[in-house]
């Protein structure tokens, strides 16, 4: 009985040893086919060129290039990769963000694997753009498409996934007239009238508003040459004081500026659309915010589709109402010179002595100024920008200083004192006395105007929360662009859906009260940044380098355009300070703490809706520039 069993327990024994070394075979041989569709992956995968190793022992080897390729799934499989996630459609239209993601999987936990794709990156500056630099997206050989095959122009294997330099000067100096130049000029250059109460002061005010937009102007161009990144003051105060008022610089904007200004352009522009349509009567609602809706669809879809398709949307309409503006001029020339020079007759009489209807007069001039900013937000694809930038502020201020002020003598040589206060559009009112039976084309140049300002609009906030994103402020979904388009589609779409959803509001133009305080705030932040970086890094390259007269004088005035709001708009001032102010809480959860601290939900939710953006909109994460 004890030799029996014994013999059977040495037979299962063996029997053991025998399975368990076949249970290694099998394990080493899963690791080693792992092993090479890893390598595989590393070769090519997704969108990029796979090779399908079964077809390979076969001797017939074939070049994939659709972007769900089993080859995908295997290798996900062999990363392993969560089973909600690989079931899912695997490519994720990144080779690069697929490749660091399932890397990361390998060698984190659970909850790490969703820091990959978490809300709010956690890395620092330097950490980020260490990492960007060492993607290896531009290593990879992509397949030919169906361009490439019939003939057109590969892309290098060496081009890397960055926004392309294609704005010139020329497109430089029309972004910034154009975006200068929006319906206030049209409609309401009745604000510095009725502040300074004569025709003289009023002038005077138009002149010192221009001579300050350009001490703003001459500042920025100094900084865009040494900061060479886009993003204008949100970019210059992260430079200067660090992530934190940068952040409250962004979220401002997110919430109230720039939704809240392209909402009302658009409203403005679908308003003397349907005027002709509805003249004895106010348009229904519903048309005039469908027509609005239409139009920042519309732009939005040209400025996704390229660069160049919005930089010659934005050159027509710029050279449209710059010649609407001219020919108004021309017109109240021709009057002065027939002798109609009997409203500039004592020209400062009854003018305002009250500082502070001086100052909102001033205040009233500069806004209408406001945009001189504007290439500064799409820097990183200027041509040569330390000549082009500095060079088209040159050009584009003085013309917008010399129309706007011509404009307004134009205006007063034909119209007097109490038309043009009473009038809800004052080119309207002009047009109707001078121009007859042409009295429709005002109407229709400052729709045209309108349409080329929301345009500028929303191609450099756009920029604004493309940057935003990539230096981990926002999500990194909108820091991605289109692999062939390089156009940043993602934060394209995100300005446009906050530009939709501002219009849902029906008192739209209410919310523009409460960003008066923040704009200025800002924007002599980052100048006084500029006088910060002088004294902190003295040796930084500056290829433009202005005297310290031009950013000490507009720190000055830009403490006097803070003050003006809090003492003339108490409440609404409040109201704005408040809205940056909410930021802070969001700051600290979203960018301050770390990722595995961060509610596991939310990283989920955000991890999934990175994925969602990244197949629909067909982009990736782009790399920093090397040379910054």
């Known amino acids: 009985m004890r030799k029996g069993a014994e013999a059977r327990r040495s037979g299962f024994s ?3 040893k025998i399975k368990r070394e076949r249970q290694r075979e099998r394990v080493g041989e899963r690791e080693r086919r792992r092993e090479r569709e890893r390598e595989e992956l590393l070769r ?23 972007l769900w390729d089993p080859t995908c799934r295997r290798a996900a499989a062999a990363f392993q990769v969560p089973r909600r996630l690989r079931n899912s459609p695997p490519c994720l239209a990144s080779v690069r963000l697929m490749i660091d993601s399932i890397e990361s999987w390998t060698s984190t936990s659970e909850r790490e694997r969703l820091d990959v794709f978490g809300p709010f990156s956690h890395r620092n500056n330097n950490e980020k753009r260490q990492s960007a630099e060492t993607r290896t997206m531009a290593s990879y050989s992509p397949a030919a498409t169906q361009d490439e095959s019939n003939g057109a122009k590969p892309r290098s294997p060496d081009e890397s996934m960055q926004l392309k330099k294609e704005i010139s000067l020329l497109n430089g100096v029309c972004l910034i007239v154009g975006n200068m130049i929006g319906s206030g000029i049209f409609v309401s250059p009745k604000g510095v009238l009725i502040h300074s109460a004569s025709y003289g002061l009023s002038l005077v005010v138009w002149t010192v508003g221009g001579i300050f937009s350009v001490f703003g102007a001459l500042c920025y161009a100094e900084l865009g040459t040494t900061i060479t990144k886009s993003g204008a003051s949100y970019a210059y105060i992260l430079e200067a004081f660090g992530g934190f008022m940068a952040f409250i610089r962004l979220w401002t904007s997110l919430l109230i500026i720039e939704p809240t200004s392209q909402a009302i352009i658009a409203i403005t522009f679908s308003n003397y659309m349907v005027q002709p349509i509805f003249p004895t009567c106010i348009a229904p609602y519903s048309a005039n915010r469908l027509l609005a809706a239409a139009c920042i669809c519309l732009l939005t879809f040209v400025n996704c589709a390229y660069v160049k398709w919005g930089t010659r949307v934005q050159d027509f309409f710029t050279y449209a109402k710059v010649l609407a503006l001219i020919a108004v001029i021309i017109t109240g020339l021709v009057k002065i010179g027939q002798g ?8 400062f009489e009854g003018s305002s002595q009250d500082p502070g209807h001086i100052a909102l007069a001033l205040y009233s001039a500069l806004f209408s100024y406001s945009g001189w900013d504007t290439l500064n937000f799409v820097t990183e694809e200027i041509k040569n920008p330390e000549r082009n930038l500095p060079l088209a502020i040159a050009i584009s201020m003085p013309i917008v200083t010399v129309i706007y002020i011509l404009t307004n003598v134009a205006y007063y040589a034909i119209l007097p004192m109490n038309a043009i206060l009473d009038s809800d559009a004052v080119a309207v009112t002009f047009a109707d006395q001078v121009f007859g039976v042409m009295n429709w084309t005002i109407p229709l140049a400052v ?7 929301l345009n500028a609009s929303i191609l450099a906030s756009s920029r604004l929360f493309f940057v935003g994103s990539r230096e981990g402020h926002l999500p990194d979904s909108l820091s991605m662009i289109h692999i062939h388009r390089y156009t940043p589609v993602p934060a394209l779409l995100f300005n446009g859906i906050m530009a939709l959803i501002y219009l849902c509001v029906e008192d739209v133009f209410r919310l523009i009260n409460y960003y008066s305080f923040s704009y200025w705030f800002f924007v002599g932040l980052s100048i006084l940044g500029q006088l910060y970086l002088r004294w902190k890094q ?8 202005l005297s310290l007269f031009f950013p000490i004088v507009f720190c000055v005035l830009s403490v006097f355009l803070v003050v003006v709001p809090l003492y003339s708009d108490t409440i609404n001032s409040l109201i704005g300070i408040g809205i940056a102010l909410s930021g ?5 959860l979203c960018c301050y703490t770390p ?6 939900r939310l990283r989920i939710l955000i991890a999934k809706c990175g994925l969602l953006i990244q197949k629909m909109c067909f982009s990736v994460v782009t790399e920093m520039d090397k040379t910054e």
Do not use: I, W
């Open 595 to 600: 990722a595995n601290r961060r509610p596991l």
């Open 14 to 16: 063996s029997a053991g």
């Open 447 to 453: 729709a045209l105007s309108c349409f080329g300002g």
């Open 584 to 588: 802070v809480p969001v700051y600290f």
């Open 340 to 347: 109609r020079t009997q409203h500039f007759e004592g020209m």
């Open 538 to 545: 003295p040796d930084r390259k500056r290829p433009l380098k």
């Open 44 to 66: 090519g995968g997704g969108l990029y060129t796979v090779s399908d190793t079964r077809q390979e022992e076969r001797g017939t080897r074939r070049e994939k290039t659709l």
